[in-house]
């Protein structure tokens, strides 16, 4: 059965829209714990529009499962995330006009930026894990950087429209996720996975963990975050 994290990122984007000191990501860490969630998953985006400087301290302090910091190749996230020392950080492409993050990681084309950060990561005792693409040229590349794990970023397969092509997207899916563990690497999975479609990506054989915030933070506004955590983990036995 693969894990579970549980993304925080939208507890803080309700505080921020009044930059008040409620809900607190911290707490609602720790319930997501106690309902039984494996990780806890912050985004540090380099706008700090939701989670801060702050919030990342004291999930360190707080986190007894283990910390999944989300963050870009940025030299000064970076040199944060060495101090702050997460169980792992997740690298992703950044840009600041989008509402989410949109794609993965293309690290064919950062090749020597993607490859710097992982080092300077893992030298650090961080596990770093790239967020790609489900393709095979993407995992080729991601291997090379030295990293030990991908996860595939599930946008593709969350938003296609009919039955066919979300099948389609499926099966890249496992496609990817077969040739990856067939380097050695450890594949997550993550983005747009909700109580509808979430049991076909946690049946693909190996998938170690998924990642999930917005249907999770979502569901919780109506029947509470422990039930909307206990919900999902459902799903995914
Ligand atoms: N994994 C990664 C790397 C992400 O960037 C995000 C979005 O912050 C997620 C998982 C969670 O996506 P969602 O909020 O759509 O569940």
Same mark, same amino acid.
Request: charged share 30%.
């Given at each position: 059965m693969p894990k579970l994290g549980v993304n925080i990122d &939208?507890?803080?984007?309700?505080?921020?829209?009044?930059?008040?000191?409620?809900?607190?990501?911290?707490l609602a860490a720790a319930i997501c714990e106690e309902a039984g969630c494996d990780s806890i998953v912050a985004h540090l985006r380099e706008d700090?529009? &939701?989670?801060?400087? /702050?919030?990342?301290k004291r999930l360190r302090k707080s986190?007894?499962?283990?910390?999944?910091?989300?963050? /870009?190749?940025?030299?000064?996230i970076i040199a944060i995330a060495c101090r702050i020392q997460p169980d792992q950080a997740t690298l992703v492409p950044e840009r600041r006009e989008e509402i989410t993050t949109e794609g993965g990681l293309d690290v064919i084309?950062?090749?020597?930026?993607?490859?710097?950060?992982? /080092?300077?990561l893992q030298k650090s005792g961080i596990e770093v894990s790239l967020f790609i693409p489900a393709d095979k040229k993407q995992i080729g590349a991601a291997k090379k950087t030295g990293a030990k794990i991908i996860e595939i &970023?599930?946008?593709?397969?969350?938003?296609?429209?009919?039955?066919?092509?979300?099948?389609?997207?499926?099966?890249?899916i496992k496609y990817?996720?077969?040739?990856?563990?067939?380097?050695?690497?450890?594949?997550?999975?993550g983005h747009g996975l909700k109580y509808d479609n979430t049991k076909e990506v946690a049946a693909i054989p190996g998938m170690y963990e998924l990642n999930i915030g917005h249907s999770i933070i979502s569901r919780a506004?109506?029947?509470g975050l422990p039930k909307a955590v206990k919900d999902m983990l459902k799903i995914i036995n």
């Amino acid at each position: 059965m693969p894990k579970l994290g549980v993304n925080i990122d &939208h507890i803080a984007t309700l505080r921020q829209a009044r930059r008040e000191f409620e809900p607190d990501p911290v707490l609602a860490a720790a319930i997501c714990e106690e309902a039984g969630c494996d990780s806890i998953v912050a985004h540090l985006r380099e706008d700090r529009r &939701h989670i801060n400087d /702050s919030d990342i301290k004291r999930l360190r302090k707080s986190i007894k499962t283990r910390f999944n910091l989300e963050m /870009s190749v940025n030299r000064e996230i970076i040199a944060i995330a060495c101090r702050i020392q997460p169980d792992q950080a997740t690298l992703v492409p950044e840009r600041r006009e989008e509402i989410t993050t949109e794609g993965g990681l293309d690290v064919i084309k950062n090749f020597d930026k993607v490859r710097d950060a992982v /080092s300077k990561l893992q030298k650090s005792g961080i596990e770093v894990s790239l967020f790609i693409p489900a393709d095979k040229k993407q995992i080729g590349a991601a291997k090379k950087t030295g990293a030990k794990i991908i996860e595939i &970023h599930t946008g593709c397969y969350a938003n296609a429209k009919t039955k066919k092509a979300t099948e389609a997207e499926l099966k890249k899916i496992k496609y990817a996720c077969k040739y990856a563990q067939g380097l050695g690497i450890t594949v997550n999975a993550g983005h747009g996975l909700k109580y509808d479609n979430t049991k076909e990506v946690a049946a693909i054989p190996g998938m170690y963990e998924l990642n999930i915030g917005h249907s999770i933070i979502s569901r919780a506004v109506f029947v509470g975050l422990p039930k909307a955590v206990k919900d999902m983990l459902k799903i995914i036995n």
